[in-house]
C-alpha cells in the first residue's frame, strides 16, 4: 500500500464500508477530515448547526436503509451534545459509527478526555486510536460490531495527531455478513402449545420487528390468534396503527402496563424490552397465572426482568413466520371460532 496521511485512510475506510454519507459538525480537531473531503467528489458532508441533528439524520438513515450510518463530533463539547440521542440509538439498535477528533495523544500534561468512556454506557463498543496503524483495523471492528445483531452504535476516538501521520496500512472492509438467526423448532412447538390455548392473547412489539421485517408475520400472528397488539414508548413503526387489533403504545410505567394487560393470559413480547420502567414496580405486571413468551435476536432482553415461560432467541421475522405455522397447524376449529370472536371485540 503506498504511503499517506491516516485523515485520507479514514476516508478510504469509509468508501470501503460503503459509506456515502457524513453526519457531522466539525471542530478543529477535525479540520484535517474537512481538508481531505475538498478532494473526494464521493462521500457528501451533511454540516449541521447542532450535533443532536446529526445524531438524529444518522439514526434516521440507518432505521431506513438498514446500513450503518457514519458521524463524526467535535470532541468532548460537540460529542456531549450528541449523547441524548446517542441514547436513542442505542434504546434502539440502530447501526452506527460515531467518531471524534480527541486532542494529540502527546498532550499529556495538559489533559486528555477519555472520550470512549464518556460514550460507553451507550455503545456496544469503543476504542481510540492513537496512532496511524491502527486505524483500518479499529474501525473495521467498528462497522462490523455495529452492523452484527443485535445491532447497536459503536465509538471511536481517533486523536488529532493520527490524521496526519503517514501510514502504508491495508484498507480491508468488515464484509458481509449473514445476520438471519433461525428459531430452534423446540421452542417454536413450545410456544405454539402455549399461545394456541390462550383465552385472552396479547402482542408486545418493539423496534426490533421492524428492524428484521417481522411487521407482516407480527399482523399474521394477531389475526391468527386474535391478539390485542401493543408498541413500546419510543418505537419505529412496529405495526400498522390502523389495524383493528391495534391498541396503542404502552408509555415506560408500570401502572400503565397493569392497566392495560390485567386479562391477558398469553403475552408474546417480540423485539422488545419487556416492561422497562424508571422505578421499581412493587407488585407484577403480568397476572399471576399468565404465561410470557419473549422473541429477541438480542438475547440479553430475554428475561432480562421478567422470567419467561418460552424463550427464543432468533431473528423476530424467521420466529414469528415459524410460530404462525406451528400454530395453524395446531388450532381446533372451536379455537378458530374463538379466535373470530376476539378479533370481532377489537375492531
Given at each position: 500500500m503506498s504511503i499517506r496521511p491516516g485523515r485520507e485512510v479514514l476516508l478510504e475506510i469509509l468508501r470501503a464500508e460503503g459509506v456515502r454519507y457524513i453526519f457531522g459538525n466539525p471542530g478543529t480537531t477535525e479540520g484535517a477530515i474537512m481538508h481531505a473531503l475538498e478532494?473526494?467528489?464521493?462521500?457528501?458532508?451533511?454540516?449541521?448547526?447542532?450535533?443532536?441533528?446529526?445524531?438524529?439524520?444518522?439514526?434516521?438513515?440507518?432505521?431506513?436503509?438498514?446500513?450503518?450510518?457514519?458521524?463524526?463530533?467535535?470532541?468532548?463539547?460537540?460529542?456531549?451534545?450528541?449523547?441524548?440521542?446517542?441514547?436513542?440509538?442505542?434504546?434502539?439498535?440502530?447501526?452506527?459509527?460515531?467518531?471524534?477528533?480527541?486532542?494529540?495523544?502527546?498532550?499529556v500534561a495538559e489533559g486528555r478526555t477519555d472520550l470512549?468512556?464518556?460514550?460507553?454506557?451507550?455503545?456496544?463498543?469503543?476504542?481510540?486510536?492513537?496512532?496511524?496503524?491502527?486505524?483500518?483495523?479499529?474501525?473495521r471492528r467498528a462497522f462490523r460490531t455495529a452492523k452484527t445483531p443485535p445491532t447497536g452504535p459503536t465509538y471511536v476516538s481517533i486523536a488529532q495527531n493520527v490524521l496526519d501521520e503517514l501510514t502504508d496500512e491495508e484498507v480491508i472492509a468488515s464484509g458481509d455478513l449473514g445476520t438471519a438467526v433461525a428459531a430452534d423448532q423446540v421452542m417454536?412447538?413450545?410456544?405454539?402449545?402455549?399461545?394456541?390455548g390462550a383465552k385472552r392473547p396479547a402482542l408486545l412489539v418493539g423496534d426490533r420487528v421492524a428492524q428484521y421485517g417481522a411487521v407482516k408475520p407480527a399482523v399474521a400472528l394477531a389475526e391468527l390468534v386474535g391478539a390485542a397488539v401493543y408498541g413500546v414508548s419510543y418505537p419505529a413503526m412496529v405495526f400498522p396503527t390502523s389495524h383493528d387489533h391495534w391498541q396503542g403504545l404502552l408509555p415506560p410505567y408500570v401502572p400503565?402496563?397493569?392497566?392495560?394487560?390485567?386479562?391477558?393470559?398469553?403475552?408474546?413480547?417480540?423485539?422488545?424490552?419487556?416492561?422497562?420502567?424508571?422505578?421499581?414496580?412493587?407488585?407484577?405486571?403480568?397476572?399471576?397465572?399468565?404465561?410470557?413468551?419473549?422473541?429477541?435476536?438480542?438475547?440479553?432482553?430475554?428475561?432480562?426482568?421478567?422470567?419467561?415461560?418460552?424463550?427464543?432467541?432468533?431473528?423476530?421475522?424467521?420466529?414469528?413466520?415459524?410460530?404462525?405455522?406451528?400454530?395453524?397447524?395446531?388450532?381446533?376449529?372451536?379455537?378458530?371460532?374463538?379466535?373470530v370472536h376476539r378479533s370481532a371485540l377489537l375492531a
Open positions: 478532494a473526494c467528489g464521493d462521500l457528501e458532508y451533511f454540516l449541521v448547526t447542532q450535533e443532536g441533528v446529526a445524531m438524529g439524520m444518522a439514526d434516521g438513515y440507518a432505521r431506513e436503509t438498514g446500513q450503518p450510518a457514519f458521524v463524526n463530533l467535535h470532541i468532548e463539547t460537540g460529542l456531549s451534545n450528541g449523547l441524548s440521542l446517542l441514547f436513542n440509538a442505542s434504546a434502539g439498535g440502530t447501526p452506527m459509527v460515531l467518531t471524534s477528533a480527541n486532542s494529540d495523544v502527546d498532550k470512549v468512556e464518556l460514550t460507553r454506557p451507550f455503545t456496544k463498543w469503543g476504542a481510540e486510536v492513537t496512532r496511524a496503524d491502527q486505524l483500518g483495523r479499529v474501525m417454536i412447538e413450545r410456544a405454539a402449545d402455549v399461545l394456541v400503565f402496563y397493569r392497566e392495560a394487560l390485567a386479562d391477558v393470559d398469553v403475552l408474546v413480547a417480540v423485539g422488545a424490552r419487556v416492561f422497562h420502567d424508571f422505578f421499581k414496580a412493587a407488585t407484577d405486571v403480568l397476572p399471576s397465572d399468565a404465561k410470557l413468551i419473549q422473541v429477541d435476536i438480542n438475547q440479553d432482553e430475554i428475561a432480562r426482568t421478567e422470567p419467561v415461560d418460552v424463550g427464543i432467541w432468533a431473528d423476530p421475522g424467521r420466529a414469528l413466520q415459524g410460530l404462525c405455522s406451528a400454530v395453524a397447524a395446531l388450532q381446533t376449529d372451536a379455537q378458530k371460532a374463538a379466535v
